[in-house]
């Protein structure tokens, strides 16, 4: 099938099946985390709305542009920032999430902009300050890409409050629309409620942050027992495409290799604190095959020295 021309610096969009649109983040864009596009036939449904303002428009201008109409259902996948903040962009549209995530949302993010409003403005000026100091050229890329996202940040605080979900459900939701329905599933491990969407005609699963592809993938707001539990059941649901929270549009045996990742991390943090070792010997295993090879390797030890807080005895530091 052949795909749509890129239509946004921050994202770049798939067509997964008629009507059925993957957006995937692109590396230095303001998304943060992919999102899709679901045409209902009579509605238009999107499926996270990106960490910043300026993604977000350009979502929204996307959605209308593949499907006639502004999207009038917005599903939360969970409560992390760069999954919710353009909600708030969505006018009109009904913001759909779990109690816990509507919770989440309404206090955690909105105390996180409010912290960010206050602090970023500081952290810039000093940025700008080192940029005007004798950096080399590989630093000076590194501080000017800080600043990017930095503004980026500070327009999305600014902005407006953070839409919470308004509409909530427990365990399951329908949506039946004129050409096609969606299942929209709790689940949980990644945080403590997550939300999938299953297209089962089109064997097409958008996993949210239940998933990520090739790239390590933060833990530490969730139970990995619960999470590789969650994963299972994912694979049984037997999809051909899926869409990750992060990282491109995958298959089945990416699903395999995210249970995989969550064990062989939880087994290496056992095999750890079995024999006494601290949280910084945890941090600095040896990251196990075929992890090595995939994106975002300071997140690995973060998720090493979490998985060693859970399962040390409190003794042991
Ligand atoms: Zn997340």
Known sequence: MENPQPVSEHFHLELLADGVFAAIATEHGA???NAGIIDLGDRTIVYDTFMTHRAARDLIAVARAVTGRWPSLVINSHWHMDHVCGNALFNGATIIGTTATRDAIASTITERLQQRRATMPGEIATLEERLRSDVDERERRRIE?????????????AGSEVRSPELIFRDRLDLRGLT???EVIESNGHTQSDTYLLLPEEHILFAGDLLSVQMHHWMGDGDPGSWRRSVESLERIGADIIVPGHGP??????VRQMR???SALTTLAASVVEHSGTADDAAQ???PEPFGLWRG???FGRNMRFLHGR??????L
Request: net charge negative; hydrophobic share 45%; no cysteine.
């Open 180 to 182: 096609r329905h969606v």
């Open 145 to 157: 890409n800080l600043l990017r996202v930095g503004q980026w940040l500070v327009e999305t605080a």
């Open 297 to 299: 390797l300071d997140t």
């Open 285 to 287: 295993q040896p990251v």
């Open 311 to 316: 399962l040390a005895p409190t003794n042991v």
């Open 249 to 254: 549009v995958g298959t089945a045996d990416d």
């Open 260 to 262: 995989t990742y969550i």
């Open 31 to 33: 998304a943060f985390s």
